[in-house]
Each structure stands twice: as C-alpha cells, then as structure tokens.
C-alpha cells in the first residue's frame, strides 16, 4: 500500500513558476512508475507528465506542457516533483499525484493503469 502527499500547489499569475512535491510512503518507491495528472472543472482528468520506476531514466509530458513542466524523482527522499514554468491560466486545475506497479521503464498516460492516488493539490493561475 502506497500513500502519496502532494504539496506546493497555490495562487500564482501567468509566468510565474510552482513546484509540486508528491511524497510517497509504503511500498518499494523505486518498483512505481509515476506520474502527474490534473482535473479542471468540469473536464476530465488528464495525463500531465510521467516517470519510469527507479532511476527515473525515461520521461513523458503532455504536449500542452512540454517545454514548460518537468517531472523528476528523488528515490533518497521518495518523492517525484512537477516543476512548472511559465504558467498559463489553462493550467488552473487540481493536479493529482499517481503511481503504479511498473515492470518495465515505459511511462503510461493512460490512468486507469495508475493504482495510487493522492488527494490533490489546487493550482490556479491568474491572468
């Protein structure tokens, strides 16, 4: 049984930068692959940004972030954090932090393949 924490989430203007902490407790950190997703109001939960289990050697974003946010793990402290740059209003969303049983060093979007789940951490971003 994995618990998982997110932290850092807040009220932020376009531009600006925030750094989500997602920390984990239980289990083998590095046997799950994680990831990132987010849900804005009245949409679906969405794939944010993904890490391969244990050195964390392969990565995915969302093309909406890609270049803007990276995902990174720290196994010594077992927590994966989303850095995110350059906010835009569209990012206001709850983001939730996710983890999975990994085999294999493939980052999965899809999130029914994640068992884990945080209880979210608000973002809003103000124009």
């Known amino acids: 049984q994995v618990h998982l924490v997110e932290s850092g989430g807040g009220l932020v203007q376009a531009g600006d930068s925030l750094r989500l902490s997602c920390a984990a407790s239980?289990?083998?950190?590095?046997?799950?692959?994680m990831a990132w997703f987010r849900q804005a109001p009245g949409k679906e939960r969405e794939f944010v940004a993904g890490?391969?289990?244990?050195?964390?050697?392969?990565?995915r974003s969302a093309d909406s972030v890609k270049g803007r946010f990276t995902i990174s793990r720290d196994n010594g402290k077992n927590t994966v954090y989303l850095q995110m740059n350059s906010l835009k209003p569209e990012d206001t969303a709850v983001y939730y932090c996710?983890?999975?049983?990994?085999?294999?060093?493939?980052?999965?979007?899809?999130?029914?393949?994640?068992?884990?789940w945080g209880q979210g951490t608000q973002v809003t971003v103000s124009s």
């Open positions: 996710a983890a999975r049983i990994a085999a294999l060093l493939t980052v999965v979007v899809d999130p029914r393949n994640y068992v884990y």
């Open positions: 239980g289990g083998s950190f590095t046997s799950y692959g």
């Open positions: 890490i391969s289990r244990s050195d964390g050697a392969n990565t």
